[in-house]
């Protein structure tokens, strides 16, 4: 089968980066949003429940928008561009609201893609009136999620892992509606966990203790896509993919030597090798694919790993320019405020700390569950939404490479050590900068890897116009010149945190 001609996106505008946050109902009553903005943040990340938008079944349906017309009108009035993912069946759909939907129920499925789509598509025809609008649509969340080898774990929102068929049929309904309703909908296939993966379907050398998500899922899914509806000219029934990346186990596709293709960048092009082509059957390596989750908790920390708002802090820059380097749609983190609650017992996973910023909901949570938290210290509020260091490290990123475009990867020949991952940015005028950090090819935090220092010489090639000297922006924001008037190089020295080398007069 030919390759599948990418479809072609809406541009952002030029001064923004194709970054973004995923954003929860409650983050609309806080100034979270006006935080996000400021920090230069331009997609939003949100979220339709069948659950809440039809809670009765009715004939013919009955839609409640009241949380959607909020959420999407709230983010769309900040400025947002918005990709709204769909998923938690109504308890009288299904027992389990990830599970796919019966056969006999998809057409209902399709109606609430109809009337999804229709009411925030923005043409003027039956729109919210809070002037909502969402272009990118996902069906369901992490679909490679298997329930019958997931223990006692809970899923985050789709239970396909075991039925890619059922997937692929529900994504077809979804497909076929939402671009009735509006030809301009981007659907997406997924998202995919890609991560943790099943014993039984784990990749060669694999080696993370195993967990609920299947490796070949999305291979099968659309092997049965070319199956079932071979000639169909809307196949393959997506216009992306949605992909999720954490730093935990993502190292597993660097390759080597030299491993060029660090965590996020490997990870794209392993997903794109290894299940969106199949010999003689079909070839789809060439759809865009959306990061819609990538982050890094700051608390609470566990055997094998310390974490920190420091080490949070150095990641989002990393994980940023990572995806601009695999030339994804956008990367959304994961998440805007802490939003992750449990029990008491350890290893408290259920109380995960992503957020950019600290969350008064958060917080009394955890007072009113675990009024004793030894694992969670130094949770101070000034505001329902506190910024980390992360929010002030997005802002420096989005400041320091807007209006550029990611040109390439500098090489172990060019930077004189394969620890050091630089990544070359162009602008307009011959504009050239460079933002480089130490790796040392495992994950943030894991106990006993110790951080790699390195020096990175910089010349002409990598900070024009050149002058000899070159401004040197730190994670956070702190700028230091280095270098003289007419030098040929600057030595610049480098560790974890992500630093933006640009020339200076």
């Known amino acids: 089968a030919p390759p599948t001609a990418p479809p072609t996106l809406d541009p952002l505008l030029s001064t923004e980066l194709p970054i973004g946050v995923q954003i929860f109902e409650a983050d609309v009553d806080t100034a979270a949003l006006e935080h996000l903005r400021g920090a230069g943040a331009a997609w939003a990340r949100v979220r339709a429940l069948w659950k809440l ?102 899923d985050h929102g789709g239970c396909f892992g075991h039925d890619p068929a059922a997937y692929a049929e529900q994504l077809v309904v979804a497909y076929r509606a939402a671009k009735a309703a509006d030809p301009g909908a981007q659907v997406g296939f997924g998202p995919l966990a890609y991560d943790r993966f099943t014993s039984d379907s784990a990749p060669a050398g694999w080696t993370a203790p195993p967990g609920p998500f299947v490796h070949d899922f999305t291979q099968r899914a659309l092997e049965h896509l070319h199956a079932a509806h071979a000639g169909d000219p809307a196949l393959p029934f997506f216009d992306f993919v949605g992909l999720h990346n954490y730093n935990d186990h993502a190292h597993f596709w660097d390759g080597s030597p030299p491993p060029l293709r660090h965590e996020l960048v490997g990870r794209v092009a392993g997903f794109r090798a290894e299940q969106l082509a199949l010999p003689g059957v079909f ?41 601009m380097a ?32 600290r969350s008064s909901d958060y917080r009394a949570a955890l007072d009113a569950r675990c009024p004793i938290h030894p694992w969670i210290e130094g949770y101070a509020l000034d505001s329902p939404a506190t910024p980390r260091p992360a929010l002030a ?103 974890a945190a992500p630093v933006f080398v640009a020339a200076a007069p």
């Open 53 to 154: 938008v039809e809670p009765e079944r009715r004939t013919p349906p009955r839609h409640d928008w009241t949380v959607t017309d909020r959420m999407f009108g709230a983010t769309t009035a900040a400025g947002f561009r918005n990709v709204a993912v769909v998923y938690a069946n109504p308890p009288w759909l299904t027992e389990r609201e990830c599970l796919p939907v019966p056969p006999g129920d998809l057409p209902r499925y399709g109606a609430l893609w109809a009337a999804l789509v229709e009411r925030y598509d923005g043409d003027g025809v039956d729109d919210a009136p809070e002037g909502a609008v969402v272009r990118y649509w996902q069906v369901s969340n992490e679909v490679d999620y298997d329930p019958t080898a997931a223990s006692d774990e809970g």
């Open 283 to 323: 070839d789809v390596r060439g759809v865009p694919i959306l990061i819609t989750e990538t982050g890094l908790a700051s608390s609470p920390s566990d055997a094998w790993t310390e974490r920190g708002e420091d080490l949070q802090a150095m990641y989002v820059g990393q994980t940023m320019v990572r995806a």
């Open 326 to 357: 695999a030339g994804v749609v956008a990367a959304i983190w994961y998440t805007a405020r802490d939003n992750i609650f449990g029990d008491c017992a350890p290893p408290h996973y259920d109380w995960l700390t992503f957020g950019l910023m």
């Open 393 to 495: 490290a997005l802002g420096v990123l989005t400041a320091a490479l807007r209006g550029l475009t990611f040109d390439r990867q500098l090489d172990p020949a060019e930077t004189g050590d394969a620890a050091v991952e630089a990544y070359a940015f162009r602008g307009s005028g011959g504009r050239a900068a460079v933002v480089a950090w130490t790796t040392t090819g495992e994950r943030l935090g894991r106990r006993g890897v110790e951080p790699l220092g390195a020096t990175l010489v910089v010349g002409p090639a990598h900070a024009a116009p050149w002058t000899g000297r070159v401004a040197v922006t730190d994670h956070l924001g702190g700028v230091r010149t280095l270098g003289a008037p007419g030098a040929a190089t600057v030595p610049i020295e480098l560790g």
